[in-house]
């Protein structure tokens, strides 16, 4: 099993920065691939980024290239996300999850294990 626990969101301007963190716990966490994914209200959750095993492959929605940027240290057991130049339609809470397989690394469905989320809001 692995417990995944997000970290970091809150409320921002337009323009800001947050960084998000993601601690896991449990099965060896160099095993597997991670991703982060949001949720708006109203709308299904969406891919975001995802990092490889050793986190030399990374990934991003087409949305946040450029702007957020995905890393994970092994040893922390932890992964993260800065995300810079922040827009309201930022607004979401954002998920931690980890993949045992991580073959489809953009789709949800790919992933076996989640964490609560933690919510970002960016005011304009």
């Known amino acids: 099993q692995v417990q995944l626990v997000e970290s970091g969101g809150g409320l921002v301007q337009a323009g800001g920065s947050l960084r998000l963190s993601c601690a896991a716990s449990?099965?060896?966490?160099?095993?597997?691939?991670m991703a982060w994914f949001r949720q708006a209200p109203g709308k299904e959750r969406e891919f975001v980024a995802a990092?490889?095993?050793?986190?030399?492959?990374?990934y991003y929605g087409d949305s946040v290239k450029g702007r957020y940027t995905i890393s994970r240290d092994n040893v922390k057991k932890t992964m993260y996300l800065q995300m810079n130049s922040l827009k309201p339609e930022n607004t979401a809470v954002y998920y931690c999850a980890a993949s045992r397989d991580f073959r489809s690394e953009r789709d949800i469905r790919e992933y076996d294990y989640w964490g609560q989320g933690t919510q970002v809001t960016v005011s304009s």
């Open positions: 449990g099965r060896t966490f160099s095993s597997l691939g």
């Open positions: 990092t490889s095993w050793g986190g030399a492959r990374t």
